[in-house]
Nanobody, 122 residues
């Protein structure tokens, strides 16, 4: 099973920015996504893309603030987060799948990373 590795998390003040990175997905993985899980909450989708970014989807809570992108030359998936809020705090995971019907459906993904912690202070 592919092992994805996330990086870039940290502690940031409210209103700040961070960029997360994820490596380890394969060239045949057409669907890539970011999910997050806050303490005592269920995992939720943040952003997803397929077919090299032809389609990008975002959860309503991050739309307009976060951007998902990939650089195939580096084999890296990114999540650029701006105007961060305390409610964005959580463990952020990247996920990959060869195909997906819905980029924001966790059930579509078979490869996951261990997560990188993002903490936003108020």
């Amino acid at each position: 099973q592919v092992r994805l590795v996330e990086s870039g998390g940290g502690l940031v003040e409210s209103g700040g920015s961070l960029r997360l990175s994820c490596v380890g997905y394969g060239r045949t993985d057409d669907c890539l996504a970011w999910f997050r899980q806050a303490p005592e909450k269920e995992r939720e989708a943040v952003a997803g893309l397929n077919y090299g970014g032809v389609r990008k989807d975002y959860s309503d809570s991050v739309k307009g603030r976060f951007a998902i992108s990939q650089d195939d030359s580096k084999g890296t998936l990114y999540l650029t987060m701006r105007f961060l809020k305390p409610e964005d705090t959580g463990l952020y995971y990247c996920a990959a799948a060869r195909w997906c019907r819905d980029t924001l459906d966790a059930a579509q993904y078979r490869s996951w990373g261990q997560g990188t912690q993002v903490t936003v202070s108020s």
